[in-house]
């Protein structure tokens, strides 16, 4: 696939939300959901839960950090925000770096004529989702929309499958389509519940689960039985796969075990393959060096939206805040400096790690990293378990925002 280069657009982010964290593991500490007097969710029995005025400094929303005064940049563990579930939904759209893209911005490659016919199927389905009501808009309307469109995209790292999910999101338009990866989610449903989730998405036209997780059976049987609730209300779905880097040409992808882990789901899916090669012809980093700390330091002194945290602090700061409230922690962040990266201790602390790449990669944040860098940072135990794609991805993600930040710092070493 040949594309154009991302454009940064308007920042918009797509952070949900979960109660267990990622992989199955045991809930996180959460502060119990309350109604606040100025909040508001929407009209479907949700939760709310009290904001944070913007303007108070670190620990609201939407402004950027603010140092002490003392020319000492802010910290992410100064910072403990709190979303209102009205947030967490409206939150629910392409990231910031697919925020522009389109069927028109896809470029497909002729050397594998599956991309321009997947091109031409979600054209098709998009008009076929927004032609007439949406689900649960009447009897006849539901009668009618028995077999709602359910595609799945399948296909090796970097051949532009989020691209296409993001175009069809767009296609069927902002109010009526709903964008996550898997992991939002279940992060949404364990900040929610399940039921509240159910009724707040089954008013889109569309569900799109970006990067379907197969590694974690809790979460898989979550995401199966939330997916045949809206699919019998009439909402269309449309799913990619997680597939590693590297693993192009390994028989089906992940085709064959999403469809039997979906199980009665698995009939209603129309399986689109995306042949072809990573158009970014990048290898996974797994070991960069680290920048000296003092340069950490210097780079982001006086940076307008610039964080320092030692990477010790923000790990155990990371296990009191709920994934759900990750993207909320970067509001107002242009760049994140970290001193002291070291090996992360254990599975637990990696895949909260992992859950924060994540947001910063959403929303396209360099990063400095002082310490070892990456080098090491997840062991080989981890890159050899059950969580190795999530690890990978990680590393590949962290790796181009590093690469990011250390451009900064060449550019001005001073």
């Known amino acids: 696939m040949m594309r154009r280069p991302h454009r940064h657009v308007g920042r918009t982010s797509s952070e949900g939300v979960r109660g267990r964290l990622p992989g199955g593991l045991a809930r996180a500490a959460v502060t119990p959901i309350t109604r606040g007097p100025s909040s508001r969710g929407p009209d479907v029995g949700l939760p709310t839960v009290t904001a944070v005025d913007p303007a108070a400094g670190p620990s609201g929303s939407g402004s950027a950090p603010a140092g002490d005064g003392r020319g000492v940049p802010p910290s992410l563990t100064g910072r403990t925000p709190v979303v209102p579930p009205a947030r967490l939904l409206a939150e629910l759209v392409p990231p910031r770096h697919f925020a522009g893209e389109s069927f028109d911005t896809y470029v497909p490659d002729a050397a594998h004529p599956s991309q321009r016919a997947t091109v031409e199927r979600l054209r098709a389905a998009a008009r076929e989702i927004t032609a007439g009501g949406g689900p649960g808009r009447g009897l006849f309307r539901r009668a009618a929309r028995r077999a709602p469109v359910a595609v799945y995209l399948d296909g090796g790292f970097g051949v532009g499958k989020t691209h296409l999910l993001a175009s069809l999101a767009h296609a069927v338009g902002a109010d009526d389509a709903a964008f996550g990866t898997f992991v939002e989610y279940t992060n949404l449903v364990g900040a929610l519940g399940f039921l509240p989730t159910v009724e707040a998405l089954a008013g889109k036209r569309l569900v799109c689960i970006d990067e379907f997780e197969l590694d974690d059976p809790g979460d898989t049987v979550l995401m199966s039985r939330l997916l045949r609730e809206l699919a019998d209300r009439g909402v269309a779905l449309a799913a990619t796969s997680n597939t590693l880097p590297g693993s192009l040409g390994e028989g089906r992808f992940a085709a064959d075990d999403f469809l039997r882990e979906i199980q009665a789901l698995a009939a209603r899916f129309e399986v689109l393959r995306v042949d072809g090669e990573d158009y970014r012809h990048r290898a996974v980093v797994t070991d960069a060096d680290g920048l000296a700390d003092d340069a950490v330091r210097r780079a982001v002194a006086g940076v307008p939206g610039a964080t320092l945290d030692a990477f010790g602090d923000l790990l ?99």
Not at 324 to 335: H, I, K, M, P, T
Not at 343 to 368: E, H, I, K, M, S
Not at 373 to 399: Q, T, V
């Open 316 to 414: 155990d700061h990371l296990a009191r805040v709920h994934p759900s409230r990750y993207g909320a922690l970067l509001d107002g962040v242009e760049l994140v400096g970290l001193t002291g990266v070291v090996p992360v201790p254990t599975q637990d602390v990696a895949l909260r790690l992992v859950v924060l790449v994540d947001r910063l990669y959403d929303r396209d944040v360099p990063v400095l990293l002082g310490g070892a860098g990456e080098h090491d940072l997840f062991s080989a135990d981890m890159l050899r378990g059950g969580y190795r794609k999530k690890y990978y991805r990680a590393l590949s993600r962290l790796g181009a925002l590093a690469a990011d930040g250390a451009a900064r710092v060449a550019a001005d070493p001073a």
